[in-house]
């Protein structure tokens, strides 16, 4: 009798792509449900993933939905000749990404769960918001507290309009937006 020869993948399921197949059933979940209505059950089935399978990944549905974002955000594009370009250039693609279906409400449904879960604001922090002030104060030369600052401004004022209209800010209050940033910045 012929033995079969030995498998050179490892045991187990295929992990290539089920970050990426997660992360858009994730953003996809909470566009169609809403961000309380996206439990990691439906974002598991509409992944076509075991429920396990996401928790052997992110310890919390808070912790895949930071990955999710930091995913979906990447690294920030920090374009132009001087200051004040770098940072209209990071306001304008901080809110067209905001505005892509699904992340608006993941990163508002995110933080609210945050307010009052310390490990989730710990996450949040170390994760998506450190990579992102870091490479600012870098573009900018500005010490931390004041980046937090344009941070907090610019995204809180994004989620907010997001959260009261359920519609991207529009490009006349971006650039608004940006002038007002501008101002402080100089």
């Known amino acids: 009798m012929a033995r079969a020869t030995a498998s050179t993948r490892p045991p187990g ?36 993933v075991a429920k ?3 928790y052997r990944r992110w310890p919390s549905k808070g912790a895949l939905i930071t990955a999710c974002l930091l995913d979906a955000f990447g690294p920030a594009p920090l374009k ?3 200051r004040e370009e770098v940072m209209s250039s990071a306001i304008r693609w901080t809110a067209a990404k905001i505005g892509e279906a699904g992340i608006g409400a993941a990163f508002a449904g995110v933080f609210t769960d945050a307010v009052n879960d310390p490990a989730l604001r710990q996450i ?14 870098d573009a900018l ?12 401004v610019v995204v809180g004022t994004l989620l907010h309009r997001m959260g009261m209209t359920g519609e991207p800010m529009a490009d006349a209050d971006v650039d608004a937006l940006v002038e007002m940033v501008l101002r402080g910045l100089r």
Do not use: C, K, W
């Open 13 to 48: 399921r295929p992990r290539s792509g089920v970050d990426a197949t997660v992360f858009a059933a994730t953003l996809r979940t909470v566009h169609e449900l809403g961000y309380a209505h996206a439990t990691v059950d439906r974002i598991a089935a509409a992944a076509g």
């Open 52 to 54: 396990t399978t996401i």
């Open 80 to 82: 132009g000749a001087n």
């Open 124 to 137: 949040l922090a170390s994760q998506l918001q450190d990579p992102y002030r870091l490479a600012l104060q």
């Open 141 to 152: 030369g500005e010490p931390e507290n004041r980046v937090l600052f344009f941070i907090d």
